[in-house]
């Protein structure tokens, strides 16, 4: 059976400045992989590259088996992407837009049902559904995007600091939905962060970037060992600092 | 406070603000030239007078000669039997004809001398109605005036206060016919004058509409949500496109119809109300000389008008779905919509003061080349029988538009649309 990514030495760059460079890496379905690193690691070209917005200079990646390169039309309907502090379409209802999102992925009317009844579920904004997203507070808004993310069901949901923002309750909230997701339904997270400690507790396995390059890999349990640390904090410190 | 205004001034003030802003003044100063040239072209009196002198007495000999020591350049011809050919052959574009009998029946019989005055009618702008139609009449009928009140002060003033009976004729496409040229333009205008006031409103509004919608949705990266979904780029485009028709018809629709009533009650009668049946009763008047004057547009030509139209909106809703990629901020938005607005309103203004289609030089290769001067002019084209520029244009706008689109397509799905172009306001790059 294919992982459900699988990324084979890919590297883009931005004029002279080497954003990626040679990553390859992992995830199998169900499972929960974390991209560590600061701001201009890396992090966010290589999740780009996945939901085929950007193409990789050299390099693939397979998504269930789809190329990235060759297939993007494939990759597309296997994946779902949540970039960094994506709103909505306020003018919507928080309803409506579930709906709209679900008529991307499917054509059926009973496939569409199935999928908004489950995206109001996770959201577990209740009767907020039926208020204009222009009323939503951030943490409504990030709930509502990441429910819509994941209620396709789709086999690798690419998220973009998707608790970037949010106070701690809401970031539990966050962290709990996307572990039950990858439980119940089998999809396979890649996800960013700044937060060492969201990801200690969320991830299965983790990296760690620095200039487009992975300094680390493995799980949270296995880096703390191998950096003889007491917190992915420190693990991540002494990796980039080469300590 | 200085602290905060620096700020703030610091947001609106960049180097994308700068380039847009001293673009538009570029283009302004540029179009605002051709407009002024064009204008004072329009508007100069040559000085030159046209005099058929059918009746070549002494007394219109005398009128001819003071009119030359008055420092006009008089040139004449004793026949007026093809008015048509005179003027084409010796470049006039208006004639007084002085009809035989004419000083008999003043001096002698104190009737009205009886002339004619010949406007030959190029295109239907503003300039045509501003120049007045015939430059030579006024002069003419000044100084028959003079010399005649010198020879019969004192008898008949009554019959001095208008001593000529003048008749007007409009000569067009090599054929004349009797009718007042001001009023023939006038009634040409409802159709000649609508449809660019509807699509200017169009070009204006779906542009506006489509850059501020993709503006809004990168900030909101609603976009990248869309572009990583599985529904083709084709559509993704084609919908936003549609949208902001849809919304655009529905403005122009109710400004045209704004202003077709105003251009209604302009016809209709003197005191500006709104009086329709008299306005059609003006129009089937000078439906007969268009006719004549071979001014009428077939249907296919409406036809083929309305496919420019629609070559016309494709070209502008494809330049604003790549202007809007292309901005990274709200503020881009607002600056990415200027050169649609700039490069529609100049041909708009100018097709409606003056003929575009016999601007020559530099001014007439610039206005050729932007896409949505052709069907500005489309109408004019068709009237005066300039098939060779109506089709030139419409062939132009469709390979534009072919070319536009193919470019959009690449652009949504190219890097450029997330990482921006150099120097288009680009911010570094969130990893």
Known sequence: MNPALDVQHISKAYGKKQAVNDVSFQIQEGEIYGLMGMNGAGKTTILRMLATLLKPDSGDALIVGHSIKTQPDLVRASICYLPDEASAYRSMTGRKYLAFIAGLYFDEEKEQKTCVELGEQICGLGDALDRKINTYSRGMIRKLVLARTVMPKPRLAILDEPTSGLDVLNSLDIRKTIRRCAKEYGTAFLLSSHHMQELATTADRCAIMKDGVFLAEGTPQELLERYNAQTLEEVFERAVNGV | ?431
């Open chain 2, 1 to 431: 406070m200085m602290h905060l205004l620096k700020k703030e001034l610091s947001e609106l003030i960049n180097k994308q603000m700068i380039l847009g802003l001293l673009g538009t003044l570029l283009l302004i100063i540029l179009f605002g030239g051709i407009m002024t040239n064009t204008v004072t072209e329009s508007m100069t009196v040559s000085g030159d007078l046209h005099i058929v002198d059918c009746d070549d007495t002494e007394f219109t000999r005398s009128v001819i000669a003071a009119l030359e020591e008055d420092g006009y350049t008089v040139h004449t011809a004793d026949t007026a039997q093809d008015l048509p050919a005179l003027l084409e052959e010796n470049g006039w574009k208006d004639a007084v004809v002085i009809e035989e009998g004419f000083s008999k029946a003043i001096l002698e019989e104190r009737t009205a001398g009886k002339m004619q005055s010949i406007s030959l009618l190029t295109s239907t702008t503003s300039m045509e109605m501003l120049a007045g139609g015939n430059d030579s009449l006024s002069p003419v009928r000044a100084k028959i005036k003079e010399l005649l009140m010198a020879q019969v002060i004192g008898e008949d003033m009554k019959f001095l206060a208008d001593p000529i009976k003048t008749t007007p004729y409009t000569v067009a496409n090599g054929k004349i016919s009797q009718t007042d040229t001001y009023t023939l333009i006038n009634s040409l205008s409802v159709f000649d004058k609508l449809m660019p006031l509807v699509l200017f409103m169009l070009i204006v509004l779906t542009s506006q509409t489509i850059i501020t919608a993709i503006g809004a949705e990168k900030a909101d990266k609603t976009l990248e949500t869309l572009l990583a979904s599985p529904v083709p780029r084709g559509r993704i485009i084609g919908s936003k496109m549609l949208a902001a028709l849809i919304v655009a018809l529905i403005y122009a629709l109710t400004y045209g119809a704004g202003f077709l009533v105003a251009i209604l009650m302009t016809m209709s009668g003197k005191d500006g109300s709104l009086d329709v049946a008299e306005a059609f009763k003006s129009m089937a008047t000078a439906t007969k000389a268009t006719q004549e004057l071979g001014l009428q547009i077939p249907m296919w030509g409406w036809a083929m008008t309305l496919v420019q139209l629609a070559l016309t909106l494709g070209i502008a809703l494809m330049a604003s779905i790549i202007l809007g990629a292309l901005v990274q901020d709200a503020k881009g938005s607002q600056m990415a919509s200027l050169p649609i607005l700039v490069l529609t309103m100049f041909p708009y203004i100018l097709s409606m003061i003056s003929d575009i289609r016999q601007m020559e030089g530099i001014a007439g290769i610039v206005m050729r080349i932007i896409p949505f001067t052709h069907t500005f002019t489309a109408t004019s084209c068709l009237r005066f029988h300039d098939l060779p520029m109506f089709w030139g244009g419409l062939i132009y706008q469709a390979i534009f538009l072919a070319v536009m689109t193919f470019l959009a397509l690449k652009l949504y799905q190219s890097d450029i649309l997330f990482i921006g172009m150099p120097r288009i306001g680009k911010k570094k790059e969130k990893n």
